[in-house]
């Protein structure tokens, strides 16, 4: 009698024997082993502040992409403009990018363009940056390249410090401080000495400015234009811009030299995608300063092609960028390393 109690309470009812039969056990043995983990939380069944945090870190990743890619292309552009005007080059990259934009999304992507209600901040953006690019290698033929340098990497703090004013971004000082701290690297690595050539240096700054402006009009227009739309825009501004150049400074070339300018397209467009959605997941005052980086890869293809040996100053300099970039990286992603669901 005690020994079928025992197994009543021990099993949950009779079963007739002291030893439960393995139907029995089957029945009433939870089966812990086919029992199912606990589903893990994709980015759209986070917390609101989750998402944003997981957003700022991947898009940390891709603006530092983005500026590897634009480093190839400034490496290439270098090699070219020697013997190449700078329209030429810019035609052919921009038509390219144009082109495969079109065959790959099609008319619809242009009636898109023409149909959004956002055409014309994307046009302004574009005449931003046709004419940035275009006062940015006019200076180039007179500044040395350390000066072009500084000047135009000036851009990432302008964008840190009009994004509290035009785009009403809250920007912690542990921003202010690792944005003060990649400028500070740049001043280390490329100290601006020389003033002898004033409009030069004028045409340089006016291009950080262009530049600036035209980051912070792609990331007032970030979440409501596809990526697709926004280099398309770019593109055929540049384009455009172009054509009314290019003619009149048209040089016949070796093939190697279109195909190179085609690779740049290519590389561009690709550049161009990744700070788009960059752009999309972070602020500008996070993103802007990821450009530091393209100065280091930018000291790097100096050496592999060329030869050219940076002095100490920046090592010195590229280790305060590494420090700023680093810093930037993992003050954001703070939140995700303390949340496991973000893991």
Request: with cysteine.
């Amino acid at each position: 009698m005690g020994l079928s109690i025992r197994a009543k309470r021990v099993y949950g009812k009779p079963t007739g024997a002291i030893f439960p039969t393995a139907e029995n056990r089957a029945k009433t043995t939870p089966n812990t082993r086919s029992t199912p983990p606990a589903p893990r939380l994709n980015v759209a069944q986070m917390p609101e502040s989750q998402q944003s945090t997981r957003s700022i870190v991947i898009g940390i990743y891709l603006s530092v992409a983005s500026f590897v890619l634009f480093a190839a292309q400034d490496a290439a552009v270098k090699w070219l403009v020697a013997g190449v005007a700078v329209a030429q080059i810019l035609f052919v990259r921009s038509l390219t990018i144009v082109a495969i934009l079109t065959v790959w999304k099609g008319l619809p992507l242009w009636r898109e363009l023409l149909a959004s209600p956002h055409r014309k901040p994307l046009l302004l953006r574009g005449v931003l940056l046709f004419s940035a690019w275009m006062c940015f290698y006019n200076a180039a033929r007179h500044l040395q390249l350390s000066e072009l340098t500084v000047i135009y990497y000036g851009s990432p703090l302008i964008v840190t410090l009009l994004s509290v004013p035009v785009l009403r971004e809250r920007v912690p000082t542990s921003r202010w401080f690792v944005t003060a701290l990649g400028f500070t690297g740049v001043l280390v690595a490329c100290l601006p000495h020389d003033a002898s050539q004033p409009l030069s240096i004028a045409l340089a700054g006016l291009a950080s400015f262009l530049w600036a402006i035209s980051m912070l009009l792609m990331r007032s227009v970030a979440g409501k234009a596809t990526s697709f739309v926004l280099s398309l825009s770019q593109n055929a501004a540049l384009l455009f811009g172009c054509a009314f150049i290019a003619p009149f400074l048209w040089t016949q070339v070796p093939l190697t030299h279109y195909a190179l300018m085609i690779a740049i397209g290519i590389g561009s467009g690709m550049g161009q995608f990744l700070m788009f959605e960059a752009a999309k997941r972070a602020p500008a005052s996070v993103v802007a300063p990821m450009e530091y980086s393209s100065l280091l890869w930018a000291f790097l293809l100096g050496f592999l092609i060329w030869g050219d040996v940076p002095p100490w100053t920046v090592f010195a300099g590229g280790g305060l960028i590494i420090l700023s970039g680093l810093a930037m990286l993992l003050t954001e992603s703070r939140r995700v390393i303390k949340s496991p669901e973000l893991a």
